[in-house]
């Protein structure tokens, strides 16, 4: 992952082309048995091809629809769904194999970094990351104004006796609150 990029990004960017991988090879089965079904008994190149093309048009409006959302429930949600859109486009070719491998990857990636974004940034020698600056000329650096929740990390107030993020008290690790 590119630093500096929402992960969105590289889910909608695999999601995408796979998509279309898949529609191309469809489109491929399609215009190959619609020129030789005639010469054939059977219709497969043709049923495969129109399932390829209606399976890309579900992997595509997938993609758009993890695009569109902000609720990272939905996203994992419409992630899911195109990992399993994808895993089904092997019946049909698998866009080349390379769109399944491609559009796969994204739903897995949609349901894995969903939450990447929101986690705080946290060294456990030193409790969450602070968006404030060390201070300058060399000084003592500040009181702290709040503490780290000894479970999860979180930086809290100092006057709240429950950690805001996981409901753990302060006393935790100590073995008086619980």
């Not at 399609?30 to 005639?38: F, R």
């Not at 049909?92 to 990857?105: C, E, M, Q, R």
């Not at 809290?156 to 619980?178: H, K, V």
Request: aromatic share 8%; charged share 10%.
């Amino acid at each position: 992952m590119v630093m500096g990029r929402a992960p969105e990004s590289e889910v909608l960017a695999l999601g995408a082309v796979g998509a279309f991988l898949v529609l191309a090879n469809a489109v491929g089965d399609l215009a190959l048995g619609l020129v030789y079904a005639p010469l054939s008994a059977g219709a497969d190149p043709v049923i495969s091809g129109v399932f390829g093309v209606i399976l890309a048009i579900i992997m595509m409006a997938c993609v758009g629809m993890y695009g569109a959302q902000d609720d990272p429930d939905e996203q994992k949600g419409w992630g899911t769904a195109l990992a399993i859109f994808a895993a089904f486009s092997l019946w049909t070719g698998g866009g080349f194999l390379a769109g399944f491998v491609l559009a796969f990857t994204g739903g897995i990636l949609a349901v894995i970094l969903v939450h990447v974004h929101e986690a705080p940034l946290v060294d456990h020698r030193t409790g969450p990351s602070s968006s404030k600056p060390p201070p300058s000329g060399g000084g003592p650096a500040p009181p702290p104004t709040g503490w780290a929740c000894p479970k999860c990390g979180w930086k809290n107030p100092a006057d709240t006796p429950l950690c805001e993020q996981c409901r753990t008290s302060r006393d935790w690790w100590s073995g008086t609150g619980r």
